[in-house]
């Protein structure tokens, strides 16, 4: 089954602990990118990645780190957690790199609940 | 700034009915739109892409439209049915090549 697949589903921490969640996908996609979802600000985007070995910030990068240095995985670092990082986080891929990559579908994992106390 | 916006307040319709969700977009001009559905707990779920080039376009019992002199994109789910109740996302090109999402409508449909 085509899926994005995020590990874990969901994770309370102290603050400064550092933890890593991880994204898979199988499709072969090119584009991966991470989002936090919040209430009343929606999805904002933290880092992208157009092919391997590539990645980019988002709006809303600090704090985080990523890396590609495989297709199919695209890991999310919190060096140093705070509580302001105490969000919903989703993990997406797109077929398309590219500056095309918009004009593709998104392809979701199932989130990441992170509580920092 | 770009910015992106959606009735914040949840629509409640009667089963059967059409719900028609409002996507309004400002200080850019983006070459496409699409528009996803999340359930509670869950990712979203793309559901149509519509170029700017393009009026309207349509798939099962939904049909977006996109009036780019209006700014705004129109989601329309006819003979709605309580498994159709979700939050709906629409998400713009932005002029510098990224995927803005505002912040979704709830749907809500009672049987």
């Known amino acids: 089954e085509a899926q994005v697949t995020q590990n874990p589903r969901y994770l309370i921490t102290v603050t400064g602990k550092k933890l890593t969640v991880t994204c898979s996908q199988n499709?072969?996609?090119?584009?991966m990118s991470w989002y936090r979802q919040d209430p009343g600000l929606g999805l904002r985007q933290i880092y992208y990645?157009?092919?391997?070995?590539?990645?980019d910030k988002g709006d809303v990068p600090e704090g985080y780190k990523v890396s590609r240095k495989e297709k199919r995985n695209f890991p999310l670092i919190l060096e140093s957690p705070s509580p302001n990082q105490t969000s919903l986080y989703f993990c997406a891929s797109s077929l398309s790199g590219g500056r095309n990559y918009y004009n593709s579908p998104l392809h979701f994992g199932n989130g990441t609940r992170l509580t920092v106390t | 700034s770009q910015k992106i916006e959606q009735n914040s307040e949840a629509l409640n319709i009667q089963e059967g009915k059409t719900a028609t969700l409002t996507c309004n977009y400002t200080n850019y001009s983006p070459a496409y739109l699409q528009w996803y559905r999340q359930d509670p707990g869950r990712g979203p779920v793309f559901l149509l892409l519509i170029r700017e080039n393009e009026k309207e376009k349509r798939k099962e019992r939904l049909k977006v439209t996109f009036d780019t002199t209006l700014k705004q994109s129109l989601f329309h789910i006819t003979a709605s049915q309580p498994a159709d109740s979700a939050t709906y996302l629409c998400?713009?090109?932005?002029?510098?090549?990224?995927?803005?999402f505002g912040q979704g409508t709830t749907l809500q449909v009672k049987p």
């Open positions: 998400a713009v090109s932005s002029n510098t090549g990224k995927l803005i």
């Open positions: 499709m072969n996609h090119e584009y």
């Open positions: 990645s157009m092919n391997v070995e590539v990645t």
